[in-house]
T-cell receptor, first 114, second 113 residues
Framework: SQTIHQWPATLVQPVGSPLSLECTVE??????LYWYRQAAGRGLQLLFY??????ISSEVPQNLSASRPQDRQFILSSKKLLLSDSGFYLC?????????????FGQGTRLTVV | KNQVEQSPQSLIILEGKNCTLQ??????????LRWYKQDTGRGPVSLTI?????NTKSNGRYTATLDADTKQSSLHITASQLSDSASYIC????????????FGTGTRLLVSP
């Protein structure tokens, strides 16, 4: 069966420090991978998605970047964190796009920038 | 603008009672509508997925309905349990060839004993 792992679960980082959040998927190949951010009281916002190794699309301009060095590994990074980067970050994967394609989410990372 | 709006924002019900959550959307072109359950501090977990041609879909005590004409959906929970306490998120996806999801802000449900 497929599983998705995301870590760390919580993170407190000072302003200006770098960030690296990692997500890995097991039990499937060539998944579509996504990074979402959920701010308090707001819906999930898509940050990045990837349809293959090295292929990254950004949905919103921001202080973050993403990379996909391996088929089932997706990394969210920042060189210098801002206070506004605080939030709940979720990694997700899905199969090839079809009308009924399911999306599976990781457990999330609570990031607090202080 | 593609939007998904949910109501009520929060809801408290007694254990064993039923409740219905509402979702209105303006997403176009519509592909499918999903309901997710999200426990506090955890990732969302899928409850149902409905395509354009489906009017209702059940998953245990959860029943989702879809009216594609009025662009409305509802999630009905029967015989609520304490473990149903969570946020319920309505998500509508585009039909653009890859997966784009528009998330509602969710309804926070508290089931009290």
């Amino acid at each position: 069966s497929q599983t998705i792992h995301q870590w760390p679960a919580t993170l407190v980082q000072p302003v200006g420090s770098p960030l690296s959040l990692e997500c890995t998927v097991e039990g499937t190949s060539n998944p579509n991978l996504y990074w979402y951010r959920q701010a308090a009281g707001r819906g999930l916002q898509l940050l990045f998605y990837s349809v293959g190794i090295g292929q990254i699309s950004s949905e919103v301009p921001q202080n973050l970047s993403a990379s996909r060095p391996q088929d089932r590994q997706f990394i969210l990074s920042s060189k210098k964190l801002l206070l506004s980067d605080s939030g709940f970050y979720l990694c997700a994967w899905s199969g090839l796009w079809q009308r009924g394609t399911e999306a599976f989410f990781g457990q999330g990372t609570r990031l607090t920038v202080v | 603008k593609n939007q998904v709006e949910q109501s009520p924002q929060s809801l408290i019900i007694l254990e064993g009672k039923n409740c219905t959550l509402q979702c209105n959307y303006t997403v176009s072109p519509f592909s499918n509508l999903r309901w997710y359950k999200q426990d506090t501090g955890r990732g969302p977990v899928s409850l149902t997925i409905m395509t354009f041609s489906e009017n209702t879909k059940s998953n245990g005590r959860y029943t989702a309905t879809l009216d594609a004409d009025t662009k409305q959906s509802s999630l009905h929970i029967t015989a609520s349990q304490l473990s149903d306490s969570a946020s319920y998120i309505c998500v509508v996806s585009f039909n653009t060839g890859f997966q784009k999801l528009v998330f509602g802000t969710g309804t926070r449900l508290l089931v009290s004993p």
